[in-house]
């Protein structure tokens, strides 16, 4: 019968250097405690022992190897040089090193997701407050409240801005899209939409997806408004931005502008979204997301607005 007796070994290991090192350890190294000092740095295997000095040794080394040299981008492939056994072992301290870092990324990047989530939420968020100012829709009642605010729109511009009217909706373009709005189910209801609008100061309108609410109402406001040469102008308001670009360039067609027209002065329509707005001052109907809306109130308020249309209002909550 033989018998054996088995020593396990533990080493640590002590680099001193000269001058403090500009370069970043990698403290976090399996089975081994790192203590890290301006001029010198500790490795000891505290989980994992070998069956000889030699290996404890050797194991200390790749681990303090590792540790030093890992982040820097010229000792990528300095483990190359070490022998097969401890090449594993180091690329093994790699990969726990790239676990690590992934996870810390995973939990920025749901930290930054949330913040950017946050951000939109109060940029689309919903809490606009209608009040009295909204239900100034004739000339005299604008010019009232531009005496208090600053705000007034001459004469001039108004008859312009009938008699452009007056030009756009007899051209050849309006009038062939004005064949499309007739067949809208919500045309039908038209007048019965503009009398009530003009005699009340809110008005909820309800209608089957794609009836034309987003489209036409804001459009037959628009229409009504300037035929008459009454001062106007129309925020309507969508939850994202893409819908407010998307409605304002159909709208613009459909009032038979052209195609590169929208938020010019050739055109009555723009839009107005978070860091991007294309208006003028011909602009009359603006589509704009509910968080531009919001900060212009609460930079002072939108006196020259006669008419605020929210849109998509069951999705607000």
């Not at 981008?73 to 300095?78: A, G, I």
């Not at 009295?132 to 108004?158: C, D, I, M």
């Not at 452009?164 to 499309?180: E, I, K, P």
Request: proline share 3%.
């Amino acid at each position: 019968m033989v018998s054996a007796t088995t020593y396990t070994c533990r080493h640590s290991l002590t680099i001193t250097w000269s001058k403090a090192q500009e370069f970043e350890y990698d403290e976090d190294v399996p089975g081994v405690t790192t203590t890290i000092r301006t001029l010198w740095a500790k490795y000891e295997a505290t989980s994992v022992a070998t069956v000889s000095v030699e290996q404890s040794e050797s194991y200390i080394s790749t681990a303090a190897l590792f540790s030093i040299s890992v982040a820097l981008p010229k000792e990528e492939k300095v483990y190359l040089r070490l022998p097969s056994n401890w090449r594993e072992l180091y690329r093994e301290f790699v990969d726990h090193r790239q676990a690590r870092l992934d996870a810390a990324d995973r939990e920025a990047i749901k930290h930054y997701r949330s913040i950017v989530l946050e951000q939109i939420e109060n940029d689309e968020s919903d809490g606009v407050v209608l009040t009295s100012r909204f239900k100034l829709r004739n000339q005299a009642a604008v010019a009232s409240s531009a005496s208090n605010s600053g705000y007034s729109t001459p004469v001039r511009e108004l008859e312009s801005l009938r008699e452009l009217w007056a030009q756009r909706a007899a051209t050849s373009s309006y009038q062939r899209m004005l064949v499309g709005r007739q067949n809208l189910p919500v045309y039908g209801y038209r007048d019965s939409i503009l009398s009530t609008i003009d005699k009340h100061q809110i008005t909820i309108i309800c209608g089957e997806t794609g009836c034309g609410k987003s489209t036409q109402i804001p459009s037959f406001i628009l229409e009504h408004e300037l035929s008459q040469g009454k001062a106007c102008k129309v925020y309507c308001t969508e939850p994202r931005r893409i819908s407010a670009i998307s409605l304002a360039q159909r709208v613009s067609e459909e009032l038979g502008e052209g195609p590169r027209d929208l938020g010019s002065m050739r055109s009555v329509v723009g839009y107005a979204i978070r860091l991007e707005s294309k208006t003028s001052s011909q602009t009359r109907l603006v589509y704009a997301t509910v968080g531009v809306v919001l900060r212009m109130l609460e930079s002072g308020g939108i006196p020259e607005v006669t008419h605020l249309v929210i849109d998509e209002v069951h999705e607000r909550r």
